[in-house]
């Protein structure tokens, strides 16, 4: 039986906050492993029991005292393979880049339903990005302009790499882009830690952005 995957939820609303547990308490690869209405709560659970860190993070961005913004640096400075998705009402363009930037896995807005919610856990768990689908076009637009094109003296991505890149833009998993590809999972992940060296990038919405914002990877309707 393979381990189930440790959510930590950071949000200041208690009838949300069991909203997600009754839902994630339904699945018997998901576990619940600590709630909390503060980031300063979080943090300090984080790191008086580094002997049980959670896989994955839902992080409301408004709550009370430190903004979940200023704590996604916080967090992975504690548990840097941590993968964490902002779960927020907001929408705004900066918050979006902000998070992004900072290194979030996932970004969805509190509309989104629960399944997706539990889909977006899993799926940056398999090395997939989780972006709610009403943003996802608007995320990468915006990062196409936004995001600065120094990319270094790094090589230029090959084909192989290109495939996979597009494939992640899709919102594939690693495994998924294997079965696609033919090849096993392990060349895919070598494929995609050689895409992050190349474009300075920390996980696959910032590649994603970045590879736009270069030309590399196209908008639909771009020639």
């Known amino acids: 039986m393979s381990q189930s995957i440790r959510v930590m939820l950071v949000e200041d609303h208690p009838e949300y906050r069991e909203v997600v547990e009754l839902a994630l308490e339904r699945e018997s690869d998901l576990e619940l ?32 005292g430190i903004s979940g913004l200023d704590t996604i640096p916080q967090i992975t400075r504690i548990i840097p393979d941590v993968r964490i998705i902002i779960l927020t009402q907001s929408d705004h363009e900066q918050d979006v880049l902000k998070a992004v930037s900072l290194g979030a896995a ?21 090395g997939g990005a989780s972006l709610d689908a009403r943003i996802a076009s608007f995320v990468l637009s915006s990062l196409k302009s936004k995001l600065p094109a120094d990319v270094g003296d790094e090589s230029p991505i090959t084909d192989r790499e290109l495939e996979v890149l597009q494939l992640m833009s899709e919102g594939l998993a690693k495994k998924n882009i294997a079965d696609q590809l033919s090849i096993s999972p392990n060349t ?15 996980n696959a919405p910032s590649a994603i952005a970045k590879a736009f914002r270069l030309g590399i990877l196209k908008m639909e309707g771009e020639e």
């Open 33 to 64: 492993i600590g709630e909390f209405g503060t980031a300063e709560r979080a943090l300090r659970h984080l790191q008086d029991n580094p002997g049980r860190v959670p896989d994955v993070i839902l992080l409301d961005l408004n709550l009370p």
């Open 106 to 126: 996932g970004y969805l807005l509190k509309s989104a339903t629960i399944s997706q919610i539990k889909e977006g856990i899993r799926n940056v768990m398999k």
């Open 188 to 202: 895919v992940v070598t494929h995609v830690t050689h895409i992050y060296e190349k474009l300075n990038a920390q």
